[in-house]
């Protein structure tokens, strides 16, 4: 028996002890010739159509090498739209530290909770949901920013970040 006719031999042999009724494909011609059947040779009929070949369509699933973790970042990605290392910290944690008007561009400077101080203008991006400094007022600024509900809906909001009694507030 040549080595490829083993092979075949126990690759069948293997199969059928796994429950599997189909067999691989042999690898030379002499080996693929089928036999008679006992009940070919005594007239039955032939057997019924081959089953049509099974494929596979990925339309309407999700890629299963890709993290489910990732799918849900994704549709969050107006939550983290804030580059900056403000956007690290809800606006609640940062503090307002010094407040400067009087300019054509008021500026003002906020703490975050390591200690670092920021500098931020109107139309800056501050906070985890993507707020934006709507106005640099003596003494406070104005945060606006949309908020997702409980039921998905977002919610436009603004936040008053203001100067401590014992804070800078410097005017020109």
């Not at 049509?52 to 849900?72: C, I, N, T």
């Amino acid at each position: 028996m040549n080595a490829r006719a083993l092979m075949a031999v126990l690759c069948a042999l293997a199969l059928s002890a796994c429950g599997s009724t189909t067999r691989p494909p042999l690898a030379n011609a002499a080996a693929a010739k089928p036999t008679a059947a006992p009940a070919a040779a005594a007239g039955a009929t032939a057997p019924a159509a081959a089953e049509p070949e099974y494929s596979y369509s990925s339309v309407g699933k999700r890629d299963p090498f890709r993290s489910y973790l990732v799918e849900l970042s994704q549709e969050n990605t107006f939550s983290s739209r804030c580059s900056t290392p403000l956007g690290r910290y809800d606006i609640e944690q940062l503090k307002l530290v010094a407040v400067i008007t009087g300019l054509e561009d008021p500026v003002a400077m906020v703490e975050s909770p390591t200690g670092v101080g920021y500098t931020v203008r109107r139309g800056a991006c501050i906070g985890k949901n993507g707020g934006t400094v709507a106005a640099v007022r003596s003494g406070e600024v104005v945060v606006s920013e949309w908020v997702v509900r409980a039921d998905g809906s977002r919610d436009s909001t603004q936040t008053v970040l203001r100067l401590p009694k014992a804070a800078l507030n410097l005017e020109e």
